[in-house]
T-cell receptor
Framework: DGGITQSPKYLFRKEGQNVTLSCEQN?????MYWYRQDPGQGLRLIYY???????QKGDIAEGYSVSREKKESFPLTVTSAQKNPTAFYLC???????????FGPGTRLTVT | DQQVKQNSPSLSVQEGRISILNCDYT??????FLWYKKYPAEGPTFLIS?????DKNEDGRFTVFLNKSAKHLSLHIVPSQPGDSAVYFC?????????????FGKGTKLSVKP
């Protein structure tokens, strides 16, 4: 089955530690995105990538980093510089030139 | 400053009746609008979209209406079913913006009661 995989579904970390969230897709989509959702809020764009080895900052990129070494994979690192890392993180992908984005199941990150 | 606003945090509807979810936007450069449905602890699912050159798009029980002069769009679900209970997000794309530039509203939680 084609789709977007995010793992793990729940992740717990201590404050001050970096953590990397996984996102893999087998849809052959060129573009991939990372969003953050907080309670009662919409989705806010962290980073996106339209092509391998290229990515752009979204609205709330501070404290996050990404890489896009393969078309299928777009991991997100939440660094210790991110002041409020506890959130629900969503990865999405889309066909180049199409506006519809397709989302993975999300990872709930809790930092204490 | 919110560019996409969903002013009703929640909506409750009886099964079989019509659900109408509303969305307002402020940026006249938005040229494409999308609706997503989201269940708790899951990723959003794309539902339906509309280009700014149209005023209506229909897909089964779901219809989206766009009123450009009022900068308003709405999603109609008829008839509503209990399985439609979810949070609905409106999103807009900025013409001339990058492909990543989808702006989301805060969502409306729809409850369809049997």
């Amino acid at each position: 089955d084609g789709g977007i995989t995010q793992s793990p579904k729940y992740l717990f970390r201590k404050e001050g530690q970096n953590v990397t969230l996984s996102c893999e897709q087998n849809l052959n989509h060129d573009a991939m995105y990372w969003y953050r959702q907080d309670p009662g809020q919409g989705l806010r764009l962290i980073y996106y990538s339209q092509i391998v080895n290229d990515f752009q900052k979204g609205d709330i990129a501070e404290g996050y980093s990404v890489s896009r070494e393969k078309k299928e994979s777009f991991p997100l690192t939440v660094t210790s510089a991110q002041k409020n890392p506890t959130a629900f993180y969503l990865c999405a992908s889309s066909i180049q030139g199409m506006y519809e984005q397709y989302f993975g199941p999300g990872t709930r990150l809790t930092v204490t | 400053d919110q560019q996409v606003k969903q002013n009703s945090p929640s909506l409750s509807v009886q099964e079989g009746r019509i659900s109408i979810l509303n969305c307002d936007y402020t940026n006249s450069m938005f040229d494409y609008f999308l609706w997503y449905k989201k269940y708790p602890a899951e990723g959003p699912t794309f539902l339906i979209s509309i280009s700014s050159i149209k005023d209506k798009n229909e897909d089964g029980r779901f219809t989206v209406f766009l009123n450009k002069s009022a900068k308003h769009l709405s999603l109609h679900i008829v008839p509503s079913q209990p399985g439609d209970s979810a949070v609905y997000f409106c999103a807009a794309r900025n013409y001339g913006g990058s492909q990543g530039n989808l702006i989301f509203g805060k969502g409306t939680k729809l409850s369809v009661k049997p």
